[in-house]
């Protein structure tokens, strides 16, 4: 659903058309939606100077959990007899709102980890109870009414959805999409009577979409742990600990958590702020226009031809990892792994070329100097998220060239 107004149309049908088809839909967008956060995760982690900082693996965990998200939505899409479709997936950077419209009223930019940017990823990942009224009106077009939505459907469709995932985990590999992950921790759907605790195959997907509900914003009773999960901090809460320079720590006393009483439940042990290299936000060119007059300023530069091999390497190794994340689900059951390895592997090599090799390409100061003749209608979110005032380094644009 690329169509900004589809899946907002899309999630406003009425009940009695939230039929199968619906939630295959949905599931898709879903997906869209998951994977679309880990390029904005990603690219402020890799700003990070050294990568053994608190802050470094903050971001890292939820980057870890966001990928287990988009895996249960694949493997519920999967259990359904729906495609996984993953190689094509390219957001648009920079911009507002998640793909197909979704939470419109967030910025959306790859760029260095940054007071900013943190204020986006808290608003992102921010449960329903320290919203805004104005972001909780039911027309609004939230992540959280997407899931809802989902679950709502899933249940009023239980006897459908149930005889179509029996028949699917009933066929021989290779019949249907597959799932993956079970034995790593991805959440996957079983035939009830294969179950552990004999939990019905509907319960069994609640279950997985409330996983991707609770680890992002907390449980819902008002606080910002996922109670489910050992405890464990929300997404949420994780962006709020390096915002607040704190730990997640219930202050004393009967304080409810509200917008206003937040920064005293940020006052645990303290996170001090990193060392980030100060990359230039992504244009939505992928700096093609700022290459171009670096090329005429001087184009015998062997510098702009190691950068421009080193942009464009990263970018083939994201498209590798799209490619190899797609064959995990609808490859040969028995190559899902190999595949898998392969997605691991690249993305490691994906941080380092990053890390020691793009970002230590500094961006030209005359070419700073010219950013507003070079980029009339983005300069203004550019230097909204990069301090033009000191030296500038490029940062990976996450360009999959299967787009």
Same mark, same amino acid.
């Given at each position: 659903?690329?169509?900004?107004?589809?899946?907002?149309?899309?999630?406003?049908?009425?009940?009695?058309?939230?039929?199968?088809?619906?939630?295959?839909?949905?599931?898709?967008?879903?997906?869209?939606?998951?994977?679309?956060?880990?390029?904005?995760?990603?690219?402020?982690?890799?700003?990070?100077?050294?990568?053994?900082?608190?802050?470094?693996?903050?971001?890292?965990?939820?980057?870890?959990?966001?990928?287990?998200?988009?895996?249960?939505?694949?493997?519920?899409?999967?259990?359904?007899?729906?495609?996984?479709?993953?190689?094509?997936?390219?957001?648009?950077?920079?911009?507002?709102?998640?793909?197909?419209?979704?939470?419109?009223?967030?910025?959306?930019?790859?760029?260095?980890?940054?007071?900013?940017?943190?204020?986006?990823?808290?608003?992102?990942?921010?449960?329903?109870?320290?919203?805004?009224?104005?972001?909780?009106?039911?027309?609004?077009?939230? @992540? +959280?009414?997407?899931?809802? !939505? *989902? $679950?709502?459907?899933?249940? %009023? &469709?239980?006897? =459908? /959805?149930?005889? #179509?995932?029996?028949?699917?985990?009933?066929?021989?590999?290779?019949?249907?999409?597959?799932?993956?992950?079970?034995? @790593? +921790?991805?959440?996957?759907? !079983? *035939? $009830?009577?294969?179950?552990? %605790? &004999?939990?019905? =195959? /509907?319960?069994? #997907?609640?279950?997985?979409?409330?996983?991707?509900?609770?680890?992002?914003?907390?449980?819902?009773?008002?606080?910002?742990?996922?109670?489910?999960?050992?405890?464990?901090?929300?997404?949420?809460?994780?962006?709020?600990?390096?915002?607040?320079?704190?730990?997640?720590?219930?202050?004393?006393?009967?304080?409810?958590?509200?917008?206003?009483?937040?920064?005293?439940?940020?006052?645990?042990?303290?996170?001090?702020?990193?060392?980030?290299?100060?990359?230039?936000?992504?244009?939505?060119?992928?700096?093609?226009?700022?290459?171009?007059?670096?090329?005429?300023?001087?184009?015998?530069?062997?510098?702009?031809?190691?950068?421009?091999?080193?942009?464009?390497?990263?970018?083939?190794?994201?498209?590798?990892?799209?490619?190899?994340?797609?064959?995990?689900?609808?490859?040969?059951?028995?190559?899902?792994?190999?595949?898998?390895?392969?997605?691991?592997?690249?993305?490691?090599?994906?941080?380092?070329?990053?890390?020691?090799?793009?970002?230590?390409?500094?961006?030209?100061?005359?070419?700073?100097?010219?950013?507003?003749?070079?980029?009339?209608?983005?300069?203004?979110?550019?230097?909204?998220?990069?301090?033009?005032?000191?030296?500038?380094?490029?940062?990976?644009?996450?360009?999959?060239?299967?787009?």
């Amino acid at each position: 659903m690329s169509n900004s107004n589809t899946l907002i149309d899309h999630l406003n049908l009425p009940s009695k058309k939230k039929d199968l088809d619906w939630i295959k839909k949905t599931l898709q967008s879903a997906i869209e939606l998951e994977h679309a956060t880990l390029p904005l995760y990603l690219s402020t982690m890799f700003s990070l100077e050294v990568q053994n900082y608190t802050t470094y693996n903050l971001i890292r965990s939820v980057v870890m959990e966001e990928m287990v998200h988009m895996a249960i939505s694949c493997n519920i899409l999967s259990s359904l007899g729906g495609k996984p479709t993953i190689k094509n997936l390219s957001p648009k950077f920079p911009g507002h709102g998640l793909p197909g419209g979704v939470e419109p009223d967030i910025e959306v930019v790859l760029t260095r980890l940054s007071i900013p940017q943190l204020k986006n990823f808290m608003r992102l990942e921010s449960p329903t109870f320290l919203l805004p009224d104005e972001f909780k009106q039911e027309e609004y077009p939230s @992540i +959280g009414k997407l899931y809802g !939505q *989902l $679950k709502d459907a899933i249940t %009023n &469709n239980a006897e =459908e /959805v149930t005889k #179509i995932v029996r028949k699917v985990l009933s066929t021989p590999a290779d019949t249907f999409s597959n799932q993956v992950g079970d034995n @790593i +921790g991805f959440t996957i759907m !079983q *035939l $009830k009577e294969d179950h552990p %605790n &004999n939990i019905s =195959e /509907v319960d069994q #997907i609640i279950d997985g979409i409330n996983e991707i509900i609770e680890q992002g914003e907390g449980s819902e009773k008002g606080n910002l742990w996922a109670e489910s999960f050992e405890d464990e901090e929300s997404h949420y809460a994780r962006f709020g600990e390096i915002y607040y320079g704190g730990r997640l720590e219930k202050p004393l006393g009967d304080i409810k958590l509200t917008k206003e009483t937040e920064p005293k439940f940020f006052k645990g042990h303290k996170i001090s702020w990193p060392v980030v290299t100060n990359i230039l936000t992504i244009p939505s060119d992928g700096y093609q226009t700022l290459l171009k007059s670096y090329s005429s300023m001087d184009p015998k530069n062997t510098d702009l031809e190691a950068l421009t091999k080193a942009l464009d390497g990263f970018d083939l190794t994201y498209t590798r990892i799209m490619n190899d994340l797609d064959a995990m689900w609808n490859g040969p059951a028995a190559e899902s792994w190999k595949k898998f390895g392969a997605a691991v592997g690249a993305m490691m090599e994906m941080r380092v070329k990053s890390c020691f090799n793009i970002m230590r390409y500094e961006v030209p100061k005359n070419l700073i100097e010219n950013l507003k003749t070079i980029y009339p209608k983005e300069y203004d979110v550019l230097a909204r998220y990069t301090d033009l005032s000191t030296p500038v380094f490029f940062g990976p644009r996450f360009i999959n060239q299967n787009a």
